[in-house]
Nanobody, 124 residues
């Protein structure tokens, strides 16, 4: 069982930056691939970024490539999402998710555990 708690969301102007954190409970964090997804009002939850269990491989949605960076610190049981050059269309609730022994995936169905989400609002 893994519990995930996101933090770091907030209100920022377009062009600004935020860093989201996702703290995981449990002793086997390093066995999980981690992903970030987001859901805007009236839209489906969509993939943002993922990182393999080792941190050696990362994946990004085209809409955030070059602006967002996913990373992990297995010693701290934490995954991060650094978001730069934010745009109003990045406004959403951001969720982290964990996939046991996963390679890192853009598919929601691959993930076993989800956090409660953190709100990111980008004003124009």
């Amino acid at each position: 069982q893994v519990q995930l708690v996101e933090s770091g969301g907030g209100l920022v102007q377009a062009g600004g930056s935020l860093r989201l954190s996702c703290a995981a409970s449990g002793r086997t964090f390093s066995s999980y691939a981690m992903g970030w997804f987001r859901q805007a009002p009236g839209k489906e939850r969509e993939f943002v970024a993922a990182i393999s269990w080792s941190g050696g491989s990362t994946y990004y949605a085209d809409s955030v490539k070059g602006r967002f960076t996913i990373s992990r610190d297995n010693a701290k049981n934490t995954v991060y999402l650094q978001m730069n050059s934010l745009k109003p269309e990045d406004t959403a609730v951001y969720y982290c998710a964990a996939a046991y022994l996963g390679p890192g995936s853009s598919s929601r169905q691959e993930y076993d555990y989800w956090g409660q989400g953190t709100q990111v609002t980008v004003s124009s």
